[in-house]
């Protein structure tokens, strides 16, 4: 089972960095043990101009149906012989996926403490796998690698080349090339899709095979077009496991759809109001996080709450602060909850990092008293996921009941639509927004909270701000007024407001 990654390199970048990236050394020949077998990595050629590492890994087919307890490919049983008379030790598989795993891990996760900055550079990278089960054919792997941005050769192998009226093997001898790619992502496509196109793994598929799935897919799997073929292949066409993941696909697409497609569109237009502009305009969910941090600092707050936090964009931000002593996410959707966690890395997470943060599961259509008592609370696009006559109950709950100091809203601004070419008259940015707002429409809505409940609302643009229409995202702050018959006499208000008060102003002294 071989599989060798080329690479080609200038005066300023020697291709031996290969080496390096790899965490390999280009004069040593090594061997790794697996639990079937034996890997062994070395350099056909290693000079400043080009580069090639190869993977060889030697099966040990005996080792590998005794560790099976006699199960075959997939978990099916096999026939005696077929144990032992098979195409494990030459074809790529679910065997050169693993080791590749195994042997080359730090380079799969893009990590190169001496060569940080081409870790994180697209590479010339010719792959080469001599010979690929490909249970579908050559047009199956060019769907499958074309859309990753690869250059796609495949060669189909004959059953016998004596006698080629007996037609094509399952087999292909694949090459991959691109220039727009780090090294880190090739690996990970491979280790995904080696697995996919045979169609089989040779060890039992258990739950956990999701979260390899997910952290190797990520950036690319959501927007893949033939990503339900490679989560049902990958995990063995398990119902239960597959339908989970495509359950947190598409959170992770929904996710991205809110922001990036709108942020696509709002780019495009940047683009081409400014086409000699080299750099890429800045997404709109960057934007909008970057005005929701300036107005927690602006309030000296340090205690805050993420309502709605989804897939924790704005807690990952926000942990990134000393200034913000306790965090907590609330949302709705466990899964969405489950994928902060892992996107925040919690179970990793530092004794002290971890303690300033939580993520808990709740609805704001209710009341809640753990919500009680903090500076500061964020809805960033919330409310317009809400049906209208549910947005009282949210309003009670976060301004009446859990009453924090200041309270940070945005909102799309529906003015702002008409910028966007490719969004269709009279749509809304996303399909489960269940209403946008003019900016009068918001400004009267956020002005009667604040009086019914004793706040001032504060109005600021998000993004760029079109002198016709106003900027692409709108937020209101809230701010307790500070004779607020409802809050003097509670103490627990009165602590929160005087901690928000002195962390102002150890802020503005800092």
């Given at each position: ?12 970048h ?68 077929a ?15 693993v080791?590749?795993s ?32 490909a ?16 250059a ?44 996919v ?5 040779h ?12 952290r ?19 995990l ?11 359950d ?23 683009q ?8 890429k ?12 941090l ?34 907590v ?54 409310i ?12 009670y ?7 924090p ?33 003019t ?26 701000e079109?002198p ?38 150890e802020?503005?002294?800092?």
């Open positions: 089972m071989f599989l060798t990654i080329t690479t080609t390199g200038t005066p300023e020697p291709a031996t960095d290969l080496g390096f990236l790899l965490h390999k050394h280009p004069d040593k020949a090594q061997a790794f043990s697996t639990s079937f077998g034996t890997a062994h990595v070395l350099y056909p050629e290693a000079e400043d101009q080009r580069c090639t590492a190869a993977l060889l890994l030697e099966v040990d087919a005996v080792a590998l149906v005794r560790r099976g307890r006699g199960k075959g490919r997939g978990g099916a049983p096999d026939a005696a012989l144990q032992y008379v098979n195409d494990r030790p030459y074809a790529a598989s679910s065997l050169l996926a080791a590749l195994n042997v080359f891990s730090s380079a799969m996760r893009g990590v190169c403490k001496s060569r940080p900055e081409r870790a994180a550079e697209p590479l010339p990278l010719r792959v080469e796998v001599p010979a690929l089960p249970r579908g054919g050559p047009g199956l792997v060019q769907r499958l690698f074309e859309p990753l941005g690869w796609v050769t495949v060669e189909a192998v004959p059953l016998d080349t004596e006698f080629p009226e007996w037609g094509d093997s399952r087999y292909v001898r694949l090459v991959l090339e691109s220039a727009a790619l780090t090294l880190a992502e090739a690996l990970r496509h491979l280790y995904v899709l080696l697995p196109l045979d169609d089989a793994k060890y039992w598929v258990s739950p956990d095979e999701v979260d390899k799935l997910l190797a897919g990520e950036g690319w799997l959501p927007g893949h077009p033939e990503h339900k073929l490679i989560t049902s292949r990958y063995s066409r398990r119902w239960s496991l597959t339908r989970e993941a495509m947190r696909l598409e959170l992770i697409r929904l996710a991205e759809t809110d922001d990036s497609d709108v942020e696509d569109i709002d780019n495009a237009v940047a081409e109001t400014a086409p000699e502009a080299e750099e305009p800045t997404p709109l969910a960057v934007h909008r996080r970057e005005a929701i300036t107005a927690l600092r602006d309030h000296g707050a340090a205690r805050v709450l993420d309502l709605g936090c989804g897939e924790g964009h704005l807690v990952r931000e926000l942990l990134k602060e000393p200034r913000f002593t306790e965090i996410g609330v949302d709705v959707s466990v899964r969405a909850l489950t994928i902060a966690s892992r996107r925040l890395k919690l179970d990793r997470m530092g004794e002290r990092q971890a303690a300033r943060v939580n993520l808990f599961q709740g609805s704001l259509a209710y009341t809640d008293k753990r919500l009680g008592g903090y500076d500061a609370a964020v809805l960033s696009e919330v317009e996921h809400l049906d209208l006559p549910r947005l009282p109950a949210l309003e709950a976060v301004f009446g009941s859990a009453r100091r200041t309270v940070v809203v945005t909102t799309p601004n529906v003015e702002y639509n008409v910028r966007w070419e490719t969004l269709p008259a009279g749509h809304v940015r996303h399909r489960d927004h269940r209403f946008e707002w900016r009068e429409e918001f400004r009267t809505w956020a002005e009667a909270v604040a009086e019914r409940h004793g706040y001032t609302a504060e109005f600021r643009p998000v993004g760029p079109d016709e229409v106003g900027p692409p995202t709108q937020m209101a702050v809230f701010t307790q007024a500070a004779n607020d018959p409802k809050t003097a006499n509670d103490p627990k208000t009165a602590k929160t407001a005087k901690t928000a008060d002195e962390n102002q102003k802020a503005k002294a800092a």
